[in-house]
């Protein structure tokens, strides 16, 4: 995979694996440091294995992006789908969240983190829900045009 050029960018990943949006609310005041510019949201996968209500999700999301936009930190969120396993109605609950929460707050959206892996063969682990090195190759293949365009409006703010 091709390095690509963040310029004076730090990046600092504030992921857990296994973490809910409810983990990820719990910690959010603390893991994103005073004077952090911008912030790549991407919660919510292990709430919709989990089962946990959508509503609840959304309310947590909802939470975190407020006390960001409060301390004047830029955002860029990143939805995810429900797994199939879950069923259309908690799919047709789960899935507007990120849309609805992205028009809510004015917030740049990239509509689903796993485009282009998860229905393709030989893109995920064994496990069929995680991304392998090809999957994730292709996450940012697809994904990094936004990114870098996020990171450049940030850029351009601060001037």
């Known amino acids: ?38 912030v790549i949201l991407e919660l919510g996968a292990n709430d919709a294995l ?18 960001l936009k409060a301390r004047n930190i830029a955002i860029y969120l990143v939805g995810i789908m429900a797994p199939p396993n879950m069923g259309s109605d908690y799919a047709q609950k789960f899935n507007p969240i990120y849309e609805r929460l992205a ?27 995680h991304p392998n090195a090809k999957g994730v190759a292709a996450m940012v293949e697809k994904s990094l045009p936004s990114v870098e365009a996020f990171l450049g409006d940030i850029g351009s703010q601060q001037k």
Do not use: C
């Not at 690509?4 to 005041?29: E, F, K």
């Open 1 to 38: 995979m091709p390095r690509h050029d963040t310029g004076s960018t730090d990046r600092s990943p504030g992921g857990v694996s296994g973490d809910t949006s409810s983990g990820g609310l719990g910690r959010i005041d603390w893991s994103v440091p005073d004077g952090t510019d911008g």
């Open 50 to 67: 989990r089962g946990i209500a959508p509503e609840q999700t959304e309310k947590n999301l909802d939470a975190m992006i407020t006390r």
């Open 103 to 129: 028009k809510k707050h004015a917030l740049p959206l990239y509509p689903f983190f796993l485009d282009g892996v998860t229905t393709v063969a030989g893109m995920q682990l064994e496990d069929g829900m």
